[in-house]
């Protein structure tokens, strides 16, 4: 892995520097940053630096991770709802709380795992530690995954992800009360400048479009509908906090008062795309999970 070399902004000036670093790269947790810091693999101006250092505007900071060996990936026996599945694509509906990949801290209990020990002919095309990974939903997110088996079946999915063919709706619980019945929003995202573990809407991020429908009402919240035109990370969760409906239970994005869900009310409801063999249209949908339905008989009766 080549060396990272970070230029601190006025936005991060005064954050340790473990914050500082992982902010840049999800995939590094700050403990881990900490150890390379005492290691001497993180460098301050080309000085080694204690793990409590803040860093000044316009220090230059450069990482060297340590060579790492390949995470070992193992096959579980692990519950998986399979929804759908021929010798192409799987569609699997996921359960709030599994991660779909390996990643440091998450090397097992994984998406992953459950298909490996499921199925052998996974796509290589996202190497060991995501075989036949096509696209992604957060940990605390349920619902609808696509899969594919080989690498041309994940070569036509992501095809057609980047052409934008593919049906992804969502099902999402917000609070506050949506006048509208529908509406979109086009706000580009990026990672948040003063919060880098977060994304947000920002000028020069990527381009970012989510249509929304209201389904039901609630007093002080509203239940939608979100169809994704393109997949930003955090996408729904961003662009609804943007508009000021942000999601019940977001440990990231909702209000500091909200509900204590274990994270945010999102289902992805419904995943709709070609076959890549067949040429035929495929759509499948999924119930939302029981505390997400319990949920809303709870608002239903309040009402």
Sequence with gaps: MEDLIIEITEEMAGERIDKAVSSIDEDWSRSQIQGWVREGAVKVNGETVKPNYKVRLDDVIIV??????????????????VVYEDQDVLVV????????????GH???????????????????????????????????????MVAKNDAAHTSLVDQLVKKTVTRKYLALVHGHIPHDKGTIDAPIARDAKERQNMAVVDKGKHAITHFRVLERFGDFTLVECRL?????????????????????????????????????????????IHPRTDEYMEFSSEPPVEFTELLESLRKKD
């Design 64 to 81: 060297t991770p340590p060579v790492l060996e390949e995470l070992d990936v193992v096959a579980e026996n692990l519950y998986l709802e």
């Design 93 to 104: 509906n996921k359960p709030k709380g599994m991660v779909v990949h390996p990643a440091p």
């Design 107 to 145: 090397s097992s209990g994984t998406l992953v795992n459950g298909l490996m020990h499921h199925c052998t002919d996974l796509s290589g095309i996202n190497g060991v530690v995501r075989p036949g990974i096509v696209h992604r939903i957060d940990k605390d997110t349920s619902g609808l995954l």
């Design 229 to 273: 035109e393109t997949g930003r990370t955090h996408q729904i969760r961003v662009h609804m906090k943007y508009i000021g409906f942000p999601l019940v239970g977001d440990p990231k994005y909702g209000p500091k008062k909200t509900m204590d869900i274990g994270g945010q009310a999102l289902h992805a409801e419904v995943i709709g795309f």
